[in-house]
């Protein structure tokens, strides 16, 4: 079994940074797909950005070049820099995490609203 908890999250005028954090309860070395997702009202979830073992990531086309996605193996924590931000990027932002038996965990999510 594995908590995730993410945090960061909050309000952002257009333009500006935020910078989410996913906190593991157990080492993120024994996770091999960590990805970060986020879902709007009225919006099915999507995938914003993933990291695997081998140092594999990928990202939405909407948040290509704005956000990155990266891990400190230490802290066993995840985290998404997003820059350049849009008020079309205001969602709940949710972690995700498969371990090598392919069972998923969720953590809670963390609220991001981009508004002036």
């Known amino acids: 079994q594995v908590q995730l908890v993410e945090s960061g999250g909050g309000l952002v005028q257009p333009g500006g940074s935020l910078r989410l954090s996913c906190a593991a309860s157990?080492?993120?070395?024994?996770?091999?797909?960590i990805a970060w997702y986020r879902q709007a009202p009225g919006k099915q979830r999507e995938l914003v950005a993933i990291m695997t073992k081998n140092d594999y990531t990928n990202y939405a086309g909407s948040v290509k070049g704005r956000f990155t996605i990266s891990s400190d193996n230490a802290k066993n924590t995840v985290y998404l820099q997003m820059n350049s931000l849009k008020p079309e990027d205001t969602a709940v932002y949710l972690c995700?995490?498969?371990?090598?038996?392919?069972?998923?965990?969720w953590g809670q999510g963390t609220q991001v609203t981009v508004s002036s």
């Open positions: 157990r080492s993120i070395f024994n996770l091999p797909i």
């Open positions: 995700k995490a498969n371990n090598y038996a392919g069972n998923e965990y």
